[in-house]
């Protein structure tokens, strides 16, 4: 994973399973979006990054899990994270009316950091 100003980048060093015969996706990029910080996947991976510092240490990758102790989780929850962030930031934000009623919680096996 590399952060700049203007990107975030995740670097991809296996194949994924929907990678089509010779074809291979080296890296998943996220530009930012400077019309709109609220909307921007860039700036909400590095508030992700900046709050989680603490109990990151030394760890690298981008996911932490509570098992054993704190371990690097797999990249796979990537595109689940983001939709469900941005997902709820552009829900929260064009239907105020919600805000007064509980968010709806995702079923089990795909992760919601927003209840």
């Known amino acids: ?13 296996d194949l994924l399973k929907t990678s089509g015969p010779g074809i291979h996706m080296s890296g998943l990029f996220f530009y930012a979006y400077p019309y709109d910080s609220c909307l921007c996947v860039a700036d909400t991976i590095k508030h992700y990054l900046d709050g989680t510092s603490s109990i990151r240490g030394s760890l690298t990758g981008f996911f932490l899990t509570t098992r054993p102790l704190v371990r690097l989780a797999s990249w796979d929850p990537l595109c689940c994270w983001v939709r469900d962030v941005m997902g709820a930031l552009t829900l929260l934000s064009s239907l105020p009316i919600l805000l007064d009623q509980p968010l709806p919680v995702r079923q089990p096996g795909c992760c919601l950091l927003l209840q």
């Open 1 to 13: 994973m590399s952060v700049t100003e203007s990107w975030v980048v995740f670097v991809i060093g």
